[in-house]
């Protein structure tokens, strides 16, 4: 199983600041992998698809770099909304897997 | 817009069983992989089941592997997870969603709201 390992865990920052998001993974997944926001009481929604793909609707301020076992997902200036859990996941091998998160909260 | 509704989701004791469902619009449901991921209360996230447009692939975690069955019914749009020997640990939302991606598996790129299975005596 491919463990995947977000950090940090916390991330306290102000609105309109940066903030950057790391995943490693146990062993290389190319460029399978996809980072997902969510917020208390709600459904994950998909943000970065294929390592630095945006999905449909997400804002340009969300992107995403990286390939085989180290990735970012940064957010460029963060707005009020943005305060949330992100969350990783590789789709290389079966099972698939999430890292554990990362909580960006105001700080 | 794609919708996905999950429902069955309730309290259910230890070993025990329940069939959730979902019910997909907005998409060609017959072309589409899709899968149901679960989050124990104040948890991350866990893929289970995984199937395929046809259903003749199908991948279970091994957490639930031989006691949960994935199904679905392409003329009525829906998703099942057949539920079974339940255990507390079982415990959490239930997500149902459109999986997408070129290559090996896939990404989850739509989500229904989910549906709360707690298991407890």
């Known amino acids: 199983e491919i463990v995947l390992t977000q950090s940090p865990a916390t991330l306290s920052l102000s609105p309109g600041e940066r903030a950057t998001l790391s995943c490693r993974a146990s062993q290389s997944v190319s460029s399978y992998l996809a980072w997902y926001q969510q917020k208390p009481g709600q459904a994950p929604r998909l943000l970065i698809y294929d390592a630095s793909e945006r999905a449909t609707g997400i804002p340009v301020r969300f992107s995403g770099s990286g390939s085989g076992t180290d990735f970012t997902l940064t957010i460029s200036s963060l707005e009020p909304e943005d305060f949330a859990v992100y969350y990783c996941?590789?789709?290389?091998?079966?099972?698939?897997?999430f890292g554990g998160g990362t909580h960006v909260e105001i700080k | 817009q794609v919708q996905l509704v999950e429902s069955g989701g309730g309290l259910v004791k230890p070993g025990g069983s329940l069939r959730l469902s979902c019910v997909a619009s907005g998409l060609t449901f017959s072309v589409e992989y899709m899968g149901w991921i679960r989050q124990a209360p104040g948890k991350g996230l866990e893929w289970i089941s995984y199937?395929?447009?046809?259903?003749?692939?199908?991948f279970n975690a091994d957490t639930v592997k031989g006691r949960f069955i994935v199904s679905r019914d392409n003329a009525k749009n829906s998703l099942y997870l057949q539920m079974n020997s339940l255990r507390v640990e079982d415990t959490a939302v239930y997500y149902c969603v459109r999986v997408r991606g070129l290559g090996p598996y896939g990404h989850a790129d739509h989500w229904g709201q989910g549906t709360l299975v707690t298991v407890s005596s």
């Open positions: 199937i395929s447009n046809s259903a003749t692939a199908i």
């Open positions: 996941q590789q789709r290389s091998n079966w099972p698939l897997t």
